[in-house]
């Protein structure tokens, strides 16, 4: 049981590496025809909160900063940071509606929407290969690595509330 144990936090510890690396989104953007080189070498520096900022934007509906907050679950402060350094990059502009100044709306540049395509291609690929990796396990055992790695989120999560709660 021991090596059991040790073998799945391993295996825990290198599935979560390849979540946060993007070595497979930078492949597929080194592909995309449709990118000149100076989209796709920026597009492979962008990080997953950036990538995630621009899907939530790659919507038909009007939104602001303060819609992201909540969507994302970022603070204010790490939503602006992102908005900034995306506006820079020219993937998302900032704009104004004619009857409300006050509030700040944002949408994607044409290369903007470009990236969000690229990365809701990578995720579909990415959920066509799980799905039938998946395949091979029977209904019971899903249920079980599912009951575990809830278990390890839920554990994960009330580290984070004492985190919060230590820096307020």
Do not use: C
Request: aromatic residues 6%.
């Amino acid at each position: 049981m021991k090596n059991v144990k040790k073998n799945l936090r391993q295996e825990l510890h290198r599935y979560r590496n390849h979540r946060l690396n993007q070595s497979a989104f930078t492949a597929l953007a080194k592909t995309a025809p449709q990118l000149t080189d100076s989209q796709r070498q920026a597009m492979t520096k962008l990080s997953v909160n950036e990538l995630h900022v621009l899907t939530a934007l790659d919507q038909p509906e009007e939104q602001r900063g303060a819609d992201l907050v909540s969507q994302l679950d970022l603070t204010q402060g790490a939503i602006s940071k992102l908005v900034t350094r995306l506006t820079k990059q020219k993937l998302l502009e900032k704009y104004h509606q004619p009857d409300n100044r006050r509030d700040t709306y944002l949408r994607l540049t044409p290369f903007g929407k470009e990236v969000a395509a690229a990365h809701a291609h990578y995720h579909q690929v990415q959920d066509v290969a799980t799905k039938k990796y998946m395949n091979q396990f029977s209904k019971e055992e899903l249920a079980t690595v599912t009951r575990f790695l809830q278990g390890l989120n839920d554990l994960n999560d009330s580290w984070n509330d004492v985190n919060q709660k230590g820096s307020e």
